[in-house]
């Protein structure tokens, strides 16, 4: 009777052991398919913002091998930048940057991209956040990033902002963008985040270009 039970304890505890084992292995498996996946997610923003992006349906692996080719990281005082070059890997075509702040719902996270001279946006584009879908998640929506491209990068008024986010159809200076009709709350963390981070990435970039360090 002993022996037989004895036997069941050790039949349950090595089940128990292979299921935990296999899935185990199976998430460990997952985590660094997810890992990668959500890498290639961040290059391919990463080119887009900087106009290099790659044709729908490119696969990862391209991906993968396009950033490498043409964008070099660089981490320096906490902060992250992407310097973007032609394909020959010659010629600098502009840096790209993070953009991050509180959003409405949740963080919202984006990425920039501006010219050698720091004078214009190449690109804008926001690719995680917890917005409502059809008010404030339509800032992933091509109208909105597309007002973004081209637009000079000059300080205005007394506060120094380079955009504002306003009503829409009443935008009268260079930096003014149309907000999203019926989501104030995200329009506004946009705005904040954008002043914030441009406040804080354009004058270390400028000032890392005059130590020839980027």
Known sequence: MIKKRLFSVAYMFGLTFFFTALVSGVYEVNEERIGINE??????????????EPE???????????FGGRVKVEENEGRILYRGFTEDGKTLVGYAFPLYG?????????????DPQLERVIGVSFYRHSETPGLGGRITEAWFKGQFAGKR???RGKEGKYFSLVTPGTAR?????????????????????????????????????AKGRV
């Not at 890498?39 to 290099?52: A, R, S, T, W, Y």
């Not at 729908?56 to 396009?66: A, S």
């Not at 009709?181 to 914030?196: P, Q």
């Open 39 to 52: 890498q290639i997610k961040l290059q391919k923003v990463v080119l887009e913002v900087l106009g290099m």
């Open 56 to 66: 729908q349906g490119t696969p990862g692996k391209r991906v993968r091998e396009i």
């Open 102 to 114: 509180a959003g409405f719902w949740g963080p919202i996270y984006g990425m920039m991209g501006v």
């Open 153 to 155: 990068l000059l300080p």
């Open 173 to 209: 200076a260079e930096g003014d963008l149309d907000a999203i009709t019926g989501a104030t709350g995200t329009s506004r963390a946009v705005d904040r985040l954008l002043d914030e981070t441009l406040k804080d990435y354009l004058p270390w970039i400028a000032r890392e270009k």
